[in-house]
């Protein structure tokens, strides 16, 4: 997530540069093409460029409004992690046995192992939104460039040493047996889920908490498996591709015929409103980029990139709070800082 007011200039480079510069070739290359042989033919009338460009407008808008739902769709999930943790946290520790022959150090315990397996579904999940599925950006540039270290997408997650400790943090908060059930499952966060069940259920078992108080406690396992899926539909389905596919296509016809509809305009002025021409349609070509390249990055908020929902922070947020409230205060992880402006 970019947490600067304002995009720098090394954001909009780095993620325009590379088209800016094709856009600066090819309307140089028409201007020059145009001012040698003067090829009326080669232009094109600018009513129809801008009846292109009014299209492509609002197609371009549609797919950014598409794309905003999702991101801000995947915030809201994320928030309702975080409250929902909070209260399933305090409720476990606030419902008092009802069974003296339960002893409090054994209650504690038990406690203490349900918060803390709820800390590692918390970064198991995460870990899995993260797995890069064929339409990302994270997906397609690893897949073409298999032997480079790091690309610049990747960049951004040097600032920050705990992007890739999950499997720590899970060796932390559970079990030696858990974490070695890891690899038995696809989805390991589910499995994480249905083991707190069964606790619970073992609490209740135990009586050591009412029925009343596991069906709360059952609640909230619940909303989590449905936080959980409104994630995954998210992450496994992605914005149309005959949507994303079509403004991606007109952009690029719109940007090709742009130069040809513009350079016979300023042509009018003289020779030297050819040159003028140039900067003023690699201003407009690159408009439109930007505006692709916003709905584009925007639309996938699980990629772990600078766009994305900053869910190594809301975590981080989520176990402070769950530790405080089993009672620990002292070594108490830092919360994640925004670096260079971005937080993830």
């Not at 140089?28 to 090829?39: E, N, P, Q, R």
Request: glycine share 4%; charged share 20%; net charge negative.
């Amino acid at each position: 997530m970019i947490t600067t007011k304002y995009v720098n200039y090394k954001q909009v480079l780095n993620l325009s540069g590379f088209h800016v510069i094709v856009i600066s070739i090819w309307c140089t290359l028409i201007a020059v093409i145009f001012h040698i042989y003067k090829w009326e033919c080669m232009t094109i009338p600018w009513v129809a460029v801008a009846l292109i460009g009014t299209a492509e407008a609002f197609l371009v808008g549609f797919k950014n409004n598409q794309a905003y739902e999702r991101l801000w769709e995947a915030r809201k999930i994320w928030g309702g992690i975080v409250n929902t943790s909070r209260s399933f946290a305090s409720m476990v520790y606030a419902f008092d046995t009802t069974n003296d022959k339960v002893g409090k150090f054994d209650l504690d315990e038990r406690r203490k192992k349900i918060v803390y397996r709820q800390i590692a579904w918390l970064y198991a999940f995460r870990e899995q939104s993260l797995v890069p599925v064929e339409w990302e950006h994270i997906k397609i540039e690893e897949d073409k460039l298999k032997n480079t270290d790091h690309n610049r997408n990747r960049l951004i997650k040097a600032g920050f040493p705990d992007y890739g400790r999950t499997p720590i943090f899970l060796n932390k908060y559970l079990s030696e047996e858990e974490c070695e059930l890891q690899s038995q499952y696809k989805n390991f966060a589910t499995y994480l889920i249905s083991q707190q069940a069964k606790d619970i259920n073992d609490l209740k078992n135990t009586k050591a908490i009412s029925d009343f108080n596991q069906i709360q406690l059952q609640d909230c396992l619940t909303e989590f498996y449905a936080l959980q899926g409104q994630a995954e539909r998210i992450k496994k389905f992605p914005l149309p591709r005959q949507f994303a596919s079509t403004a991606f296509v007109f952009n690029i016809i719109f940007i090709m015929l742009l130069p040809l509809g513009l350079v016979s305009e300023f042509a009018k002025l003289g020779d030297w409103g050819i040159w003028a021409s140039i900067p003023f349609c690699i201003t407009i070509g690159w408009i439109y980029i930007i505006m692709e390249l916003v709905g584009d990055y925007s639309e996938n908020p699980f990629e772990g990139l600078m766009f994305d929902i900053p869910m190594l922070s809301i975590c981080r947020t989520i176990e402070i709070d769950l530790l405080q409230m089993t009672g620990e205060h002292d070594d108490l992880p830092e919360p994640i800082a925004s670096k260079n402006g971005v937080l993830v």
